[in-house]
């Protein structure tokens, strides 16, 4: 999924499959309305390699993500890797415009950025260490860390805000057919999505939670004002002649023995006379729209009958 990095609004997505498109594919199909706007693009390490990277630059998206060293980095790096790197220490190689970083903390991360170059910052975490009593406790350490990794940490957190959103209200049941599954999960993205614009664009002091949300949308849909949406009839003329009973033969003949009447005469399963093709009236519910306070104002009112 290609998502917006602070909200988590979901730009477009693609359903794996297991077979066909390659990553390479997969990642330029996703970005394709974005080359040549000046993109950051941020990237776990299951995409990133040396020449998607490169190959993206040259398609005007600046990109920074975690990579699997085997994708494509210098040999070299991958040694100095699998060695003991001293703790805090920063390591890079370059080329043109991509960068290729080693920073080890607890452990060794790996990155890979043509955005960003081998800069770093001084930046406080906690860390546990060991007193001279043998007790352990948290502190307060100053660690020089790579920028590269400092904006992979804020702005890789898009897909998984929603992801983390999608799990507080899920839609989706386990099912022996997955078209109905991925069905429910695309209503809930499309929810979501609206909720995301909803919370950047509102100018309402108290905005609505994510439940709320989702029962307004729900009672916008359902609720329908004759008054604002005159109803819609549709009349259904049923052309069915009437059948000959002395006629025996065709599948719409059954023997009918519970219905009194002559030994051997077959009644029809549907039986229809001019008199009693009476035109039938339906009226479709439409959704109408509201403003916003009929919303909340409908939604506080009924939600008690949802629980």
């Known amino acids: 999924m290609l998502a917006e990095s602070t909200t988590g609004y979901i730009c477009g997505f693609d359903v794996y499959s297991g077979i066909g498109k390659t990553i390479h594919e997969t990642v330029t199909g996703l970005i394709r309305p974005l080359v040549n706007k000046g993109h950051h693009l941020y990237m776990y390490n299951y995409y990133n390699s040396v020449s998607l990277t490169e190959k993206l630059r040259e398609l005007g998206v600046y990109t920074c993500g975690t990579i699997r060293l085997i994708r494509g980095a210098p040999k070299e790096l991958q040694n100095i890797a699998k060695g003991k790197l001293p703790v805090d220490t920063t390591v890079y190689?370059?080329?043109?415009?991509?960068?290729?970083?080693?920073?080890k903390d607890k452990r060794v991360v790996s990155i890979i950025t043509n955005l960003h170059n081998a800069d770093t910052q001084q930046v406080q975490r906690r860390k546990r260490v060991r007193r001279r009593d043998g007790t352990t406790a948290l502190e307060q350490v100053t660690v020089n860390k790579p920028i590269a990794i400092c904006d992979y940490n804020k702005f890789m957190k898009g897909v998984d805000h929603f992801d983390h959103m999608v799990k507080h209200y899920h839609f989706a049941r386990k099912s022996h057919k997955w078209i109905k599954k991925i069905t429910f999960y695309f209503l809930q993205m499309t929810l979501q999505n609206a909720f995301s614009l909803y919370k950047s664009s509102t100018s309402d002091r108290k905005k609505l939670t994510l439940l709320q949300f989702h029962e307004v949308a729900i009672w916008s849909l359902l609720k329908w004002d004759k008054e604002?949406?005159?109803a819609t009839t549709t009349t259904y003329t049923h052309l069915v002649q009437a059948p000959d009973l002395n006629d025996d033969t065709g599948p719409a003949y059954a023997a009918d023995k519970s219905t009194p009447g002559p030994?051997?005469?077959?009644?029809?399963?549907?039986?229809?006379t001019p008199q009693a093709e009476a035109s039938t009236e339906s009226e479709h519910e439409i959704s109408g729209t509201m403003s916003l306070d009929e919303?909340?104002?409908?939604?506080q009112n009924q939600v008690s009958n949802l629980h």
């Open 228 to 230: 604002e949406w005159p």
């Open 263 to 272: 030994s051997g005469v077959r009644r029809p399963l549907f039986t229809s």
């Open 93 to 103: 190689l370059r080329k043109v415009n991509t960068f290729v970083l080693l920073w």
């Open 295 to 299: 919303l909340r104002q409908m939604t």
